[in-house]
């Protein structure tokens, strides 16, 4: 069984802050995890994903996570927010012998200028 | 590139109607999703196909729900009689690698009055 929790619904930050989204998953294999972000009235794009090397990943629009595994989490961050970056995020785990993806509830980011 | 293609975009019909949805997937991706999105429940996936064959359909919520997949380009969701909680955002996403990365469509905005 795979469950994806992320906390916080509402992140609010200001521009040029930085930005940490958090995402703790459990997964009974080892995880492929994955953010991906929703723009008012689109669908999902894919950020980043991780599924197995180097645990710190950099994926669009400036933003990376790290996978770590003793804290089972896979954290979003960006040095310094952006207006653009106001939008849904979502987190989302799926593994080896898995071929659908679990997401979190998801969290909304406010920038405000 | 063309994305996962849906139609349409927004659909507003009476309760008791009969809606389909319909997706056409990136071409040479090999497996299909229909996901829902709502406020309380966030993402949820319906069905997933693989080589246009259904492989988990324990999300679908009853039986007044079918999917189908008649070839490698093209799925239809159809909610046969539609109700008013059934008001949500589907998507169809597709994946070249069995879900190991899946890419979303659009949308479509239904509401069941």
């Known amino acids: 069984a795979q469950s994806v929790t992320q906390l916080g619904s509402h992140v609010s930050v200001s521009e040029g802050a930085l930005v940490l989204l958090r995402c703790n998953y459990s997964s009974s294999v080892p995880p492929y995890l994955f953010w991906y972000v929703q723009y008012p009235n689109q669908g999902l794009q894919l950020l980043l994903k991780y599924t197995t090397g180097a645990t710190l990943v950099k994926g669009i629009n400036g933003f990376e996570a790290e996978f770590k595994k003793s804290e089972t989490s896979f954290h979003l961050t960006k040095p310094s927010a952006h207006m653009s970056d106001a939008a849904e995020y979502f987190c989302?785990?799926?593994?080896?012998?898995?071929?659908?993806?679990?997401f979190g509830k998801g969290t909304m980011l406010l920038v405000s200028p | 590139d063309a994305g996962v293609i849906q139609s349409p975009r927004h659909e507003v019909t009476e309760m008791g109607q009969e809606v389909t949805l319909r997706c056409k997937p990136i071409s040479g991706h090999n497996s299909l999703f229909w996901y829902r999105q709502t406020m309380m429940r966030g993402l949820e996936l319906l069905i997933y196909f693989n080589n246009n064959v259904p492989i988990d359909d324990s999300g679908m919520p009853e039986d007044r729900f079918s999917a189908k997949m008649p070839n490698a380009s093209f799925s239809t969701l159809k909610i046969q009689p539609s109700e008013p909680r059934d008001s949500a955002v589907y998507f169809c996403a597709s994946s070249p690698d069995s879900g190991n990365t899946i890419y979303f469509g659009e949308g479509s905005w239904l509401t069941v009055v």
């Open positions: 989302a785990v799926s593994g080896e012998g898995y071929s659908t993806l679990t």
